[in-house]
């Protein structure tokens, strides 16, 4: 949860979001100065001295799965692929097929702040010499491909929101953050001054652009904000993000949770989402004589998220706990920040997109168990579909729905169980269709197994 005046999150190019001061960024997509672009992995690896790189690739169920490479054969497998068996990670393989290989991103590499002569690299998965079309990278390189055909460049930013909890006893780590309304609390937040100030000193050394921290709405809950860019470099940085904080965690002897609901009457993690379209250094989503200051095109792209909500669902609240945060009593802070309804707003957090300011959307829908590429994808095949059909999102609303839900037959309701999501998403053609069949396949018969095994399945 970012500020809530001058609100800067992860798409505004004109604020910074600190005491409501206003800055511009040197460029909407800061360059990362400390791991830029580059082509020649193995010639990066020896001049950086490192002794180790993990070729990373994320599973349909967002586990980060990895081989440690050494540097004298990285020129090797960056050529070959590192081989994976496909079916000891959830990627919809038999222990028969072929092995999976996995071919880095040169331009995603970037060194562990904890372990500086190891660095990790996102790999694209390819089967016998093609793209393994399930791969959830592949599958938001698939949807940007589609996006840059129409003329637009996809950017975001994300609010990865989680928990610090006791490794032995799984409650709050900090025994004394117990506030009934803990959000922002600077005691509580401070007393984790050491964990959180090297989490935002390593994004810094990153080149990420972090810009604030806080304690959220549930005790033991915080979120870090870094800030936006290119859906792929987001994507990597959300995955990359939940490893290091994770690990970081555990140094201080706590460990973390991205779970939906990792404690009942808390409120929950959310993955909030900040979308906008650009061209060049133009963003199409801005027009000052718009309602709001948005253009038409970025309502479009907003009727396509509220036409395709329900269905989405399976994908931005992707396990049983998803729907324990959407839609329920409130917690004990007074509220679960989370939508109930396929509804829209202004700044108004209360509806399953707000819009905050005159330059983006934000999709309050997903939550942490979301997978990083995945949610990206999703999010952009249903704004594409809107834009390329020109729905209308219909009027806003400047409701409470908390207090005041929308009257009958003026706004659905969002699922009530994955179970539910999962046949909204199956009977979703256009989603479908955009999305593509291999994938979606595959992720349907994965995720229909998490109610029977009661989710346990996926990690924390």
Same mark, same amino acid.
């Given at each position: ?7 800067h999150s992860a798409l505004d190019p004109t604020t910074n979001g600190v ?25 990066? $690896? &020896? /001049? *950086?001295?490192? +002794? ?12 980060? !799965?990895?081989? =440690? ?102 409650? $709050? &780590? /900090? *025994?004394?953050? +117990? ?12 007393? !984790?001054?050491? =964990? ?265």
């Amino acid at each position: 949860m970012l500020n809530r005046t001058q609100r800067h999150s992860a798409l505004d190019p004109t604020t910074n979001g600190v005491s409501g001061m206003h800055a511009r960024f040197p460029d909407p997509t800061p360059k990362d100065l400390l791991n830029p672009p580059m082509t020649d992995l193995a010639q990066t $690896v &020896a /001049d *950086r001295g490192l +002794r180790h790189v993990l070729f990373s690739f994320t599973d349909l169920f967002g586990v980060q !799965r990895a081989k =440690l490479v050494p540097a004298s054969a990285v020129a090797a497998l960056a050529a070959d692929g590192a081989g994976f068996a496909g079916f000891a990670a959830w990627l919809h393989l038999t222990p028969a097929d072929p092995d999976v290989l996995a071919l880095p991103d040169p331009a995603s590499l970037m060194v562990l702040p904890w372990q500086r002569d190891v660095a990790w690299v996102a790999t694209n998965l390819v089967v016998e010499g093609q793209p393994l079309e399930q791969a959830p990278r592949r599958v938001l390189q698939q949807q940007l491909k589609r996006a840059e055909a129409l003329g637009f460049a996809f950017r975001s930013g994300v609010e990865a929101e989680f928990f610090l909890l006791d490794p032995e006893q799984g409650g $709050v &780590a /900090d *025994r004394f953050d +117990r506030q009934s309304k803990p959000c922002y609390d600077q005691i509580s937040l401070m007393r !984790r001054y050491p =964990l959180i100030s090297e989490l935002i000193g390593a994004m810094e050394e990153l080149g990420w652009g972090p810009y604030q921290a806080d304690h959220e709405d549930a005790n033991g809950q915080f979120e870090l904000n870094w800030t936006y860019a290119d859906a792929l470099t987001t994507a990597d940085r959300h995955a990359f993000f939940k490893v290091m904080a994770a690990t970081l965690a555990e140094q201080h002897g706590c460990g973390v949770s991205f779970d939906p609901k990792p404690i009942e009457g808390l409120t929950g993690n959310g993955a909030h989402l900040h979308v906008s379209l650009w061209k060049g250094g133009r963003n199409l989503f801005h027009d000052p004589a718009g309602e709001k200051g948005l253009s038409s095109l970025a309502y479009h792209f907003l009727g396509g998220l509220l036409a395709h909500a329900r269905a989405l669902c399976a994908l931005t609240n992707p396990v049983p706990a998803s729907y324990r945060r959407l839609a329920r009593a409130s917690t004990s802070s007074g509220s679960t920040w989370s939508p109930a309804w396929i509804s829209y707003g202004g700044n108004n957090r209360t509806h399953l997109v707000r819009i905050p300011d005159n330059q983006r959307l934000e999709l309050r829908l997903p939550d942490g168990a979301a997978n990083p590429y995945l949610l990206q994808a999703a999010v952009l095949a249903a704004g594409l579909d809107g834009i390329e059909r020109r729905l209308d999102p219909g009027p806003r609303s400047d409701a409470n729905t908390y207090t005041d839900p929308p009257a009958a037959g003026t706004a659905q309701p969002l699922p009530g169980s994955l179970e539910e999501a999962l046949e909204a998403f199956a009977a979703d053609t256009i989603l479908q269709d955009a999305l593509g069949t291999e994938f979606c396949s595959a992720y349907q018969e994965l995720v229909a197994l998490l109610p029977a095994r009661g989710g346990g399945m996926r990690p924390t």
